[in-house]
């Protein structure tokens, strides 16, 4: 990892890190209220709460993946970068990103998991991706990191793709893939490709799913090489 890298790498995290801070503090707030008012309900019979941290986490992360391109690139122009260490650096940051949020989001389950116990709380139930296969710690970072890196890295190509072709050019995209997405629900295949994919998990079935977000990666390339510092509207 060159200098180049390195000072980009720096720059974006300090600016991403306080954005990371609030959506944690609010987030722990919400468990916290949440926990609070399964606790004043534990008399209640047959009332439970059910609480996913990933929901949370995929959607900061998808946003990150799109602020990415919007706020590095240019940034990354302006003090002469080069497109492929501004390519590198936001791979190394979509890595390290996705997994320092997996492990934060794995950490904050397993503790307040053990506070519940601790007081007493046992109507509240958290679920996770993870309990397709074995629900712990470990795995939950594993899934979560394999995850992420493929929404942060479709979101990417999103952002790129809106960067440098404009409304039009992104809108018609989505708009095609929009029809795709309609067309093989109606006509079914869609579905049971969901639920092929997702009757029989394994392992294998995260580690294809972040292989597909390799490939999203490595396709955003030609427009990371061709992208100016004015972006299109």
Known sequence: MNNQIKGMFYAY???????????LSIFTGMIIISAIICYLLLGVDEFKMYFAIPFGTYFNVGVVGVLLVKNSVPFGLKMGATRKNM?????????????????????????????FQAVGVTNYIYVH?????????????????????????????????????????AGSLLGVLLVVVL??????????????LFSNVTLM????????????????FPFMRKITIVNRR
Do not use: C
């Open 183 to 196: 067309y093989g629900v109606f006509e079914g295949w869609l579905i049971q490709a969901a639920v092929d």
């Open 205 to 220: 079935t995260f580690v294809t799913i972040f292989l597909i977000g390799l490939m999203f990666y490595l396709i955003s």
């Open 129 to 169: 991706p993870a309990m397709l296969l074995t629900d712990n710690w470990a795995m939950r970072i594993v899934v979560d990191t394999f995850v992420m890196i493929f929404i942060m890295a479709l979101l990417y190509l999103i952002g790129l793709i809106f960067y440098r072709t404009g409304l039009i050019g």
């Open 87 to 115: 390519y590198l650096m936001h791979l190394y940051f979509i890595v390290a990103y996705s997994f320092i949020m997996a492990f934060l989001g794995s950490t904050l389950q397993q503790v307040t998991e053990w506070l």
């Open 13 to 23: 995290s300090t600016e991403v890190i306080r954005t990371a801070k609030i959506f």
